[in-house]
């Protein structure tokens, strides 16, 4: 949390009265200008006449009901500025201008919001409400709001506030935080929302896009899971206290993927991720959605024993790019393009050299041709020891990793692959897994096997797969393509996610075309 938030916080129990201090702000002087008015006046009468000259500008003071339009947009500037949300609306205001200005896409504006004329005529939404006969009264009430003044200063109850719903762009958010971040040092922060799912709507979740299983067979394993006074028994407890739910568990052993937010089609050629050690399908979250959503079918694995997947980890390189090779037929395609990130290069190398037919395209990022671990940190693992997971993330990452920088709003490199790499036992996933990678000594005459197209991404502050290793193994790769990412660590793939996706596209597009590029 940045000095400069701490010293213009003020806790909830200091504000008196109760309640919510709504915003100020200071406008620009071009916007004065561009109205034709003087900075003395109020950023009331400064919203009524941008309202005014939007109003002409849109035309609606000539239309055959324009005495409508007058009349509210005047009830609405009496509620606003009684109620005390002209700064707020004004903030909205200031952050949808500079998107309009550096043509960001927006959304619409949903929710209550679309109710106001207001917002409609400062161009916050794009609906106009009189034209669908929407009600203001759905946005800001006088009766529901609750408001108090003290030294000249408005709260209002938190949960009558006025909510604008605003939609960014994804591709280019980080400008509008960062816009924000640097007008109002200090007085800005963001906010993650965590749902938590019912061990019932767990299974029936991934049950909809985990194999083939039907409606009514997932509702049958669901079923299982018994019952505490009307509430869902957790599903570590479900296991000991239900012998069928224990059965369909130990049996099954599924496996997680993620799709990368959109339905698997088998009509659409096939990426497969392999994540590194102790790690699960989260690290490729910023690069699996964009082929997902670019004609291609994305299965971002959970190795056996990690994340999601059931089972117990893999012991071997060999046992492992075996198992990915299962999944292919598993899925029912004849080839696949895989991506692998550190183990998951091993994983991937040994995987291609071993079905050269049904490998299409391979992709290292942060691979090398042997990756022999540090025996102190390896005992750590094996010892099941939280301090592994910590030294693995500090020596994982780059500069971007230490100092913060996340392209996710909300979370920070390190302490995002830590909480990854610590979700299961530490020995059972991360400890078998160094072992494995420790073990693993055919990565050199793998690669010379490979005759594909083959990508490697390197990056010059790698401490784990230096430059020099990963060279090492490219070079035994015919034909095969090297990209280098200065300033950057082994955890690239969050790092550098953009400069990543880039290469990844490139190339994949280029050697391995969906019917869509």
């Known amino acids: 949390m940045s000095t400069a938030f701490v010293n213009n916080f003020t806790p909830y129990e200091n504000v008196s009265p109760p309640g919510v201090r709504l915003p100020e702000i200071e ?106 006969d929407l009600f203001f009264e759905r946005f800001v009430s006088k009766s529901r709001a609750k408001k108090t003044e003290e030294n000249g200063v408005t709260y209002l109850d938190g949960s009558l506030l006025a909510d604008v719903d605003n939609d960014i762009s994804y591709e280019r958010r980080q400008e509008v935080i960062k816009y924000i971040e640097d007008k109002y040092p200090g007085r800005t922060a963001k906010i993650l929302t965590l749902n938590t799912l019912s061990g019932k709507l767990c299974i029936k979740e991934c049950g909809k896009i985990v194999g083939n299983h039907s409606e009514s067979a997932v509702n049958q394993v669901s079923d299982t899971i018994p019952k ?102 598993a899925v029912g395609y004849k080839e696949a393009s895989l991506v692998g990130h550190s183990q998951g290069c091993l994983v991937t190398t040994e995987c291609a050299s071993r079905y050269p037919n049904k490998i299409k395209t391979l992709s290292l990022i942060g691979g090398a041709g042997a990756i022999p671990m540090n025996p102190e940190l390896l005992s750590l693992a094996e010892n099941n020891d939280p301090k592994a997971v910590d030294l693995m993330m500090d020596w994982a990452h780059g500069p971007a990793g230490h100092f913060g920088g996340h392209p996710v709003p909300g979370l920070y490199h390190i302490n995002t692959g830590g909480m990854l790499a610590k979700q299961r036992n530490i020995k059972n996933t991360l400890g078998i897994d160094f072992r494995a990678c420790d073990n693993y000594k055919n990565g050199f005459e793998a690669a010379k096997k490979i005759k594909i197209p083959t990508l490697s991404i390197l990056a010059t502050d790698d401490k784990m797969c230096p430059v020099k290793e990963g060279k090492k193994l490219a070079d035994l790769i015919e034909g095969s393509q090297v990209d280098i990412i200065d300033n950057c660590g082994h955890m690239m793939l969050l790092e550098e996610a953009d400069r990543v996706l880039a290469v990844l596209k490139k190339f994949i597009v280029t050697n391995y075309p969906s019917s869509s590029n």
């Open 228 to 329: 505490r006074f009307g509430k869902v028994a957790p599903l570590a407890e479900a296991v000991a206290e239900s012998d069928d739910f224990a059965q369909w568990c130990v049996n099954n052993k599924e496996v997680f993927a993620s799709t990368g937010g959109r339905p698997f089609d088998k009509k659409k050629p096939l990426i497969i991720f392999v994540h590194g050690s102790g790690l699960t399908h989260m690290t490729w979250v910023l690069q699996t959605r964009y082929f997902a959503f670019h004609g291609y079918s994305v299965l971002a694995l959970d190795l056996p024993g990690h994340g999601l997947s059931g089972g117990e980890s893999l012991k071997s390189i060999e046992d492992m790019a075996e198992w990915v090779s299962s999944v292919i037929d």
């Open 27 to 132: 406008i620009e002087q071009r916007y004065y200008d561009d109205l034709g008015v003087g900075t003395e006046i109020s950023n009331a009468q400064f919203l009524s006449k941008l309202c005014d000259k939007n109003l002409k500008s849109k035309g609606l003071n000539e239309v055959d009901n324009a005495t409508v339009y007058r009349e509210r947009l005047q009830m609405e500037l009496d509620v606003l500025s009684d109620l005390g949300f002209v700064d707020y609306i004004l903030l909205n205001w200031d952050i949808l201008n500079f998107c309009h200005l550096h043509d960001i896409p927006t959304g619409p504006g949903r929710g209550s919001a679309a109710g106001s004329l207001v917002l409609y005529l400062i161009d916050v939404t794009k609906v106009d409400p009189v034209k669908y």
